[in-house]
């Protein structure tokens, strides 16, 4: 009888076929951007002024990956590089600092002003910082801090989604734990140091790649405040390699770019898919 | 909530939450509050003063014609990157849920375009459908048809809501096939043993019970295809042709920062925060729901 049923609930035979060749057909198209881009990375520039250009990819993928990284067209996109890791991990561990200890503070402790602080952090959950572009340009530039490091990273911590997660987290720790630690005379730091804070090495970890990717991926603000190339991150510079004129686009060095610009994120959301799915999840209850 | 157990002291958790603090005040409230301060004056040409005009950038907004098209492009643009990023994602993980075996390998290819940095996204559809050298434009060309979004308004909206939806796709995968494996076997093999097809099992069981995942998804991708697209609008169509695709945050940074109405961009800026204020609270409203649910 049951397996009778799994008979009608799955399909087996030719409905499984069926349903293989479906699924291989949705991820082919799903596909198709990336995979063109990539072979675009691997021919020449006359093979793709020519169209239509080849599907298959050519042999020149060492090339236009050097030409790319060491010489790019501004700027090597190798420099782009790595102002985008600076940015991103700057931006996701940034975040998780300042979040552990004012989510810690917030659970753990009753003071003068907690509500306030509360409301004002929640407050910001609600303000993407597209809304607030041009004043906080303003600042940014008052303190000095275009084309710095610093100035990419600031105004995108200044969100309290992380912190969110965190409260959430800390309230569902048993207060047996607080209690026995103010017994044994321990101090709140020693507390989140050697409870609070290995308890919450998943949510770390899984924020960590959800912030990464936000920040890798950021867009605007980078391209408001990095005047100077050297300063570009890879997101936002491979729009900065299409000539302005009637000039023709170095497409094999561009799509290379932009093959490099996904690789440090997919790598990261592929390797850590379980942890991905639950910051994904996490993130946005 | 609260917890029953707290530490004593109040320097330490000040001291502890002064970052956040800090830094939300910097580089949150006080562009905020410069954002409303700044949409109630008209700076002159040079930056030296500025006349306060009370609520008159609004008024001029409301009446301008080009505001008012780019409320009704953001409101298409989000509709269509809703639609065109849900529904395939829904029948993707229709399918792989159906398989018991090498779903997971599905899963793993289909979440790379989420990675994908929405301006990346651009160029590589911008690629496709480039005018001169573009792969799909140049068989449409074949077909006899004449791609071209640089002049044609459709074809440019066409493109820019295709490159927004494509990684979403991937989101929204992840959250419906999630969904359809929570859905109780026993409930679907009850109404197999009763006859219903897979189709009818589909619209009067799994869809329903899809239902708070489904809207859910509704909220976030709009609030995605309000805030997040921009990269994929600059790279592009850079809101043309004649501004087809100038969405709402489009305008706030090309009249702010290309053409220097500090104004006008801070008033469109309130405006905006009043919309994102108001999509918080339907998610905040969906979710109390939700866990009562």
């Not at chain 1, 990539?38 to 239509?52: C, G, K, W």
């Not at chain 1, 770390?204 to 391209?223: D, K, M, S, T």
């Not at chain 2, 959250?175 to 897979?198: C, M, N, T, Y």
Request: charged share 10%; net charge neutral.
């Amino acid at each position: 009888m049951v397996g009778e049923v799994h008979g009608m609930v799955e399909k087996r035979g030719s409905g499984l076929w069926l349903t293989h060749v479906m699924m291989i057909a949705g991820v082919l198209v799903i596909f198709f951007p990336i995979w063109l881009a990539f072979v675009a990375s691997t021919v020449t520039q006359p093979e793709i002024v020519r169209p239509p250009m080849p599907l298959w990819p050519g042999d020149q993928l060492v090339e236009n990956y050097s030409k790319a990284l060491f010489s790019g067209v501004n700027v090597p996109v190798s420099t782009m590089l790595f102002n985008s890791l600076v940015m991103a991990i700057g931006i996701a561990v940034g975040k998780i600092i300042i979040s552990l200890l004012s989510a810690f503070a917030i659970v753990y402790f009753k003071f003068p002003g907690k509500m306030l602080f509360f409301w004002m952090i929640f407050l910001t959950l609600m303000l993407p910082v597209e809304v607030r572009i041009v004043p906080t340009y303003e600042v940014v530039a008052g303190f000095g801090m275009l084309n710095s490091y610093g100035g990419l990273i600031m105004p995108l911590i200044a969100s309290a989604t992380a912190t969110f997660l965190f409260r959430q987290f800390f309230l569902t720790i048993p207060d047996e734990l607080a209690e026995a630690a103010r017994v044994d005379g321990a101090k709140p730091m020693q507390f989140f140091w050697d409870i609070v804070v290995p308890m919450s090495r998943t949510n770390v970890a899984a924020l960590f790649v959800i912030l990464f990717i936000y920040g890798w991926n950021q867009y605007l603000w980078p391209l408001l405040i990095t005047t100077d190339p050297e300063m570009n991150t890879i997101v936002m510079g491979i729009k900065q390699m299409f000539p302005s004129g009637d000039d023709v686009a170095d497409w094999p060095v561009i799509m290379a770019t932009s093959i490099l610009a996904m690789i440090p994120p997919v790598i990261v959301v592929v390797s850590m898919q379980r942890l991905f799915i639950r910051g994904l999840v996490d993130s946005e209850k | 909530m609260e917890k029953r157990v707290t530490f004593r002291g109040w320097l330490l958790p000040l001291l502890l939450i002064a970052p956040q603090v800090v830094i939300s005040a910097v580089f949150f409230f006080y562009p905020a509050g410069q954002a409303i301060w700044q949409s109630l004056f008209i700076p002159d040409p040079f930056g030296l003063s500025s006349q306060y005009v009370g609520l008159g950038n609004f008024e001029f907004l409301l009446g301008d014609k080009f505001y008012r098209a780019s409320f009704v492009t953001t409101a298409v643009f989000s509709i269509l990157v809703t639609l065109c990023s849900m529904i395939p994602a829904l029948f993707l993980a229709v399918i792989a849920d159906r398989l018991i075996k090498g779903s997971g390998v599905y899963r793993t290819m289909l979440i790379w375009p989420y990675a994908v940095a929405p301006a990346i996204a651009g160029v590589l559809w911008l690629f496709m459908f480039n005018t001169r050298v573009g792969v799909v434009s140049w068989y449409l060309g074949q077909l006899g048809y004449d791609w071209n979004h640089v002049l044609n308004g459709g074809e440019a909206m066409g493109l820019v809501v295709v490159a927004s939806a494509w990684g979403r796709i991937s989101y929204n995968f992840l959250f419906f096939f999630a969904a359809l494996q929570a859905v109780p076997r026993s409930v679907i093999e009850a109404a197999a043993i009763d006859g219903a097809r897979f189709w009818r099992r589909f619209w009067t069981i799994v869809l329903p019970l899809l239902s708070p995942t489904t809207f859910f998804l509704l909220v976030v991708n709009v609030v995605y295809s309000f805030f997040e697209t921009f990269g994929v609008i600059h790279t592009i169509t850079a809101g043309g042709p004649q501004q087809s695709t100038t969405v709402l945050v489009y305008k706030v940074f090309s009249d702010g920062f290309v053409g220097q109405d500090l104004g006008s961009s801070s008033a469109q800026s309130v405006i905006l925060l009043i919309v994102v204020g108001a999509l918080t609270i339907i998610q905040f409203k969906f979710i109390e729901k939700r866990v009562h649910y």
